[in-house]
């Protein structure tokens, strides 16, 4: 649809504004596009909206099963709802009706989850998401989505427009480090980004780890040499098996990194398509090791957790020690 | 009056038939839900055979009434209507809840034609149904919601905030209707979590609320017609049997679930053929 931004937007707006604003364009031009939030219109950015399109747009107060219920019906009626709230409350206190109504009968319903992982630092656990990843990719229909800033979502948003069935776009509080300067052109949901290149060893990152994973793999090309393939996996579900198979064939070293628990997240999904393959491969999961999150600022969380730019370099360095035995054709050995 | 005598006698007749269609399926299912089926047949008798305007031929017209069965458990109660109406075919019901059938204890809107949401999990219809009928404001459609809640469903939080939403928009479009028939799966209401004051319940929460003996069309159809010229939103509180036109489960919680063989298949249908008379006499009598 050509929506246009620059990398000054997305340096002014927040990811949420962004998401916002790539949503009003959108509707411009679909008048079947209608926004529900749960008392989050102020908080997940998404009031903008309702300047431009008040008639379209259903506060329906601190009730996320309801506005996931009524999205549905909306969306059974021909509408295309997006709701607004909290990663956790999409994927916790909403999920019944998530599930039941909107994934079970295959609904063209977007969910927006934001303030995702722990990017709602000084909140608490009560208010970090760091199970949805897990939960929601296991419900059949969904696509899953985390965009890695705010063009990336942009991205997301208008693919998922385009995309019949049920989307989960989960994206973060406030400004995201920036990985993409212009539009995505060639976006394309279940196809990874490859971000930079490398035959020594793959980092899978989603959504704020991606700008640190790709810090780390610049840094250790400069100070020791390595050449590490970077993969932005923006769509967790459908998987991009196909990337994943081919940096574990190139590469033989997988670090994942996500601000999520390791348990069924991105992790989690390249762990099965590693243990489907039948070849061998070193394999670090960073991110929450099954415990809840602490309080702080969200960068000093992502250095607790490893994923920073400090923590992915450390552990790339202790992948490196690993040696493999010469063995040109170990991959036919399966 | 808002149904003739003609019509009154025409809507029984159907029922009786429904009925008899329900203990038929619930045989060839060797169980089902037949108390709160019969419970509700009634008001989806009505609302189907007089009142919503829907296209046996296609479905998913997208101007037709909508129909909520929130008490999704109450699926072989609304299939006898769905197979009678043609929807689905009439031998399919001998399928139902066998391996590999379309059809289930709770009805599947991807694969049952007229079914307009997959209900079952407890709470989640008002909702639905108050989406619906916001979309055809969005829409600028004039087509109707209807909503069957079960009592006992009413002890689930979400519920309560659809009703909120549904007074909150003004949501005359949906009729909201509760089929109060006392019972739920582990004894009567009021013993385990109880409901009462109900009616102010729906009152406080901004609806135009009215009690209605749930077996009765007469009542019911007034109820319903005066619903449809009121701003305000309205709920209609179906006093009930469960079990109703049953003798051996009317009236009884244990059978709000429950398996029957051939015999008391039989005796089923034995005591709905006096139910339906008895049903005759009070309305030509009346």
Known sequence: MGLTYTSLDTTKLSTAEVY?????????????????????????????????????????????????????????????????????????????????????????????????????????????????????????????????DGMETAACVEAAVAHEGPVYI?????????????????????????????SDMTFIACGSAV???????????????????????HTIKPLDVEAVKKAL?????????????????????????????GMGCAFRRLGLQDTFSAIGYHEDLMHLHEIDVDGIMKNAREMMKIEFEEDDDWVDEV | MALSAQEILQLETKANELRHTIVDTVLWAGSGHLGGSLS?????????????????????????????????????????????????????????????????????????????????????????????????????????????????????????????????????????????NHAMIDGPTEEVMALEPFADKWKAFGFHTEVVNGHDFAAMAEAIEASFEREQPTCLILDTIKGAGVDFAAGDYRWHYGAINEELAQEAHRSLDAYHQKRLGAVKGA
Request: hydrophobic share 40%; aromatic share 8%; proline share 2%.
């Open chain 2, 40 to 180: 509700m047949i009634d008001v989806a008798t009505l609302l189907y055979y007089h009142y919503m305007k829907i296209d046996r031929d296609n479905p998913h017209w997208e101007d037709r009434d909508r129909f909520i069965l929130s008490k999704g458990h109450a699926g072989i109660g609304f299939v006898s209507i769905l197979s009678d109406l043609g929807f689905i075919k009439k031998e399919d019901l001998k399928q139902f809840n066998l391996t590999g059938s379309h059809l289930g204890i709770h009805l599947d809107a991807t694969k049952v034609p007229g079914v307009d949401a997959s209900t079952g999990s407890l709470g989640h219809g008002l909702s639905i149904a108050l989406g619906m009928a916001l979309a055809a404001r969005q829409l600028g459609k004039d087509y109707r919601t209807f909503c069957i809640l079960g009592d006992g469903e009413c002890n689930e939080g979400s519920v309560w905030e659809a009703a909120m939403a549904i007074s909150h928009y003004k949501a005359s479009n949906l009729l909201t209707m509760v089929d109060r």
């Open chain 1, 211 to 233: 700008f640190t994973a790709l810090q780390a793999a610049r840094e250790l090309e400069s100070l020791d040499g390595l050449k590490i393939r970077v993969l932005d996996m």
């Open chain 1, 20 to 148: 916002a604003q790539a949503l009003s364009e959108l509707a411009a031009q679909d008048e079947r596009i209608v926004v529900l939030t749960s008392d989050l219109a102020k908080s997940t950015k998404i009031g903008g909206f309702r300047e431009s399109f008040p008639e379209r747009f259903y506060n329906v107060g601190i009730a996320e099963q309801n506005m996931f219920g009524i999205a549905a019906g909306m969306a059974a009626s021909g509408l295309i709802p997006f709701t607004s709230c909290f990663a956790i409350f999409n994927a916790c206190r909403g999920l019944d009706q998530v599930h039941t109504d909107i994934c079970y009968p295959n609904l063209n319903v977007k969910m927006i989850g934001s303030h995702a992982g722990t990017s709602f630092g000084q909140a608490g656990s009560t208010h970090h998401s760091t199970e949805d990843i897990a939960i929601l990719r296991s419900i059949a229909n969904l696509t899953v989505l985390v965009p890695a």
């Open chain 1, 249 to 277: 064939k190139d590469t033989r070293r997988i670090i994942t990194a996500e601000d999520h628990t390791v348990i069924g997240g991105l992790g989690g999904a390249v762990a099965e398509v590693i243990a489907s393959s």
């Open chain 1, 170 to 198: 989960r994206i973060n509080r406030g400004f995201d480090q920036i990985v993409y300067r212009s539009p995505l052109e060639d976006y394309q949901i279940g196809k990874a980004n490859v971000l930079h290149e490398g």
